[in-house]
T-cell receptor
Framework: TQLLEQSPQFLSIQEGENLTVYCNSS?????LQWYRQEPGEGPVLLVT?????EVKKLKRLTFQFGDARKDSSLHITAAQPGDTGLYLC???????????FGGGTRVLVKP | DAGVIQSPRHEVTEMGQEVTLRCKPI?????LFWYRQTMMRGLELLIY????????DSGMPEDRFSAKMPNASFSTLKIQPSEPRDSAVYFC???????????FGPGTRLTVT
């Protein structure tokens, strides 16, 4: 079973600060996804990264896939209270079309 | 278009009772996934279907859990008998088989007392 570890588990910052969340594995993934989950709702897909070294930007969010496709990071610039949530990374396993999810990082952005 | 629909949203039952959770995937999606989420274990895949056929049920905890997908627009996850340790939020997600991007429903919060 391929495992994904996320760090930190919890992050509390003030509005306007930057933050980075990490997702690491010893296994190679064909692609990796980031989801955000708000209380009482299901995870919502933010982005999919496919190519080693790929960088994608979504407004104030920057996603990077490691060159070896074993790790990824999510950077938020000038965080806002609306960025509060549980951020999950998920890796596509080689066989089948199922995903392996990391344990998640809870982000709290205080106004 | 409607997203993934799950019912009920909340279920409270007593230990030993049968519980049935329901899911309607996004129309046109041919893969369906059942997950369980707890604080301790995070998001765990229980079982998934491709074209209504169960492909991998290795995540199903034990024989008390069963899942069916009688057609492309409906799936059930049944727990019989239920136990307090089954208390969790259960999510259904769907996707296209050749696309790994999954769309989640709002979840069913199950409490077994």
């Amino acid at each position: 079973t391929q495992l994904l570890e996320q760090s930190p588990q919890f992050l509390s910052i003030q509005e306007g600060e930057n933050l980075t969340v990490y997702c690491n594995s010893s296994s190679v993934f064909s692609s990796l996804q980031w989801y955000r989950q708000e209380p009482g709702e299901g995870p919502v897909l933010l982005v999919t990264v496919v190519t080693g070294g790929e960088v994608k930007k979504l407004k104030r969010l920057t996603f990077q896939f490691g060159d070896a496709r074993k790790d990824s990071s999510l950077h938020i610039t000038a965080a806002q209270p609306g960025d509060t949530g549980l951020y999950l990374c998920a890796g596509e396993e080689a066989a089948g079309n199922k995903l392996t999810f990391g344990g998640g990082t809870r982000v709290l952005v205080k106004p | 278009d409607a997203g993934v629909i799950q019912s009920p949203r909340h279920e409270v039952t007593e230990m030993g009772q049968e519980v049935t959770l329901r899911c309607k995937p996004i129309s046109g999606h041919n893969s369906l996934f059942w997950y369980r989420q707890t604080m301790m274990r995070g998001l765990e895949l229980l079982i998934y279907f491709n074209n209504n056929v169960p492909i991998d049920d290795s995540g199903m905890p034990e024989d008390r859990f069963s899942a069916k997908m009688p057609n492309a627009s409906f799936s059930t996850l049944k727990i019989q008998p239920s136990e307090p340790r089954d208390s969790a939020v259960y999510f259904c997600a769907s996707s296209l088989t050749d696309n790994y991007e999954q769309y989640f429903g709002p979840g069913t919060r199950l409490t077994v007392t």
